[in-house]
């Protein structure tokens, strides 16, 4: 059974930071793109960004480019989010999500071609 476990989320004041973990479990982890999205109150999900099998490829919603970071560690099958310069916006629960049909050069695809989905941490920020 796949599982996907978020970690690190929490309350921050504006223009501080987080950092999100996903241990994911169940799967062929080097074999899967992950990911992350979010979704705030009344809205819908939406796609921050996602990193392809090995590492060396990502893809940024224009939203976060510049202020988050995506990295793997494929020996602890778990993906992380550097959330930096956060603000009152950036307020929703995030999803890991992981894809095993979205090539290394596909990875915009990675937006309608999830697998799996964590249950979601809540990162709120504070003005």
């Known amino acids: 059974q796949v599982q996907l476990v978020e970690s690190g989320g929490g309350l921050v004041q504006a223009g501080g930071s987080l950092r999100l973990s996903c241990a994911a479990s169940g799967l062929t982890f080097s074999r899967y793109a992950m990911g992350w999205f979010r979704q705030a109150p009344v809205k819908e999900r939406e796609f921050v960004v996602v990193i392809s099998r090995r590492g060396g490829s990502t893809y940024y919603a224009d939203s976060v480019k510049g202020r988050f970071t995506i990295s793997r560690d494929n020996a602890k099958n778990t993906v992380y989010l550097q959330m930096n310069s956060l603000k009152p916006g950036d307020t929703a629960v995030y999803y890991c999500?992981?894809?095993?049909?979205?090539?290394?050069?596909?990875?915009?695809?990675?937006?309608?071609?999830?697998?799996?989905w964590g249950q979601g941490t809540q990162v709120t920020v504070s003005s």
């Open positions: 999500a992981a894809s095993g049909r979205v090539g290394d050069l596909a990875l915009p695809a990675f937006v309608r071609g999830v697998d799996y």
